[in-house]
């Protein structure tokens, strides 16, 4: 994999070719084993977006994010030193205005200097109290990209997720594997989660993850005109003790993250709280701190 340009980091021209057969087989068990694989590094580029303001500055699922984290907090979480503080996001949008009938882009990195990670939890099998606890006690910034079919028994949860400030964003309704649908039933995978998790917490998700990390024309058409504006992949996947890499051995500036909400049965034993405390200690061993994703697009 090449190392992008800095003008070219985040947003490249998307293909409309279709992912091979023997490549789906490998990448359909992706999300369904214990341990997170770096699915697909989704490199596929789209044409830019139009630029919003930071809807994650005034949004109301980010009024729980403010303050500082519990007296000793990292202790009980078991870090060594507390998680350092993000710095300010930008006052606008890193994402380039999109021209009108375009496809929204596809990221796996966010262009900035600062050193920051953002972390996103796919699907929602997992509904550990604990983790509320976690990131209530840490302040830790949090996307989540729910799929309705593993998360529609606990919308309870991800809403005090929600309120504590992690974002809520679209995994579609049943996780399939995208590129195996045409356009009418991407269109109804995408929008219908669209629908569902506005009708649940008000607000619609500006934000997609495709299954998987596979997509193909028909997914970006599609997540275009559900409203989606940016199609989020990924650099770094946390593994049950470690982090793996798109590319080199180490996190760089602006990288998005990928964990799911796994618990013990599919993480040999390990806890989700356990797994995110080791990830935090990487983030943390390289220098890094954790800042919320859609405070920055």
Known sequence: MTTPRAGAAVVRRAGARLVGCALAAALLAGCAQSVDPIERMGRKAAQKVRHHPRPGAVAAEAAGAAGVPAPNAHRRWGLAAPLAPAPEPPARGVLPPRAPGSVPPVIDRVPTKDKVVFLTFDDGAEKDPRFVDMVRDLRLPISMFLAD?????GYDHFGQLRRLGAGVQNHT????????LGYVDQ???ICGQQDRLQGRFGTAPRLF???YGNYDGNTLRAAGACGIDAIVLW?????INDLRYA?????????????????????????LTEMTSRMLRRIQDQGFTVARLEDYL
Request: glycine residues 10%.
């Open 209 to 211: 993850r495709p299954p």
């Open 235 to 239: 650099r770094a996947s946390m593994q």
């Open 187 to 189: 269109h109804a995978e």
């Open 149 to 153: 079919s593993a998360a529609r028994s």
């Open 173 to 180: 309704l049943t996780h399939p594997f995208l590129p195996g």
């Open 247 to 271: 590319e080199g051995a180490r996190l760089h500036p602006g990288d998005i993250v990928l964990a799911h909400f796994r618990g013990p049965s599919e993480l040999k034993g390990t806890t």
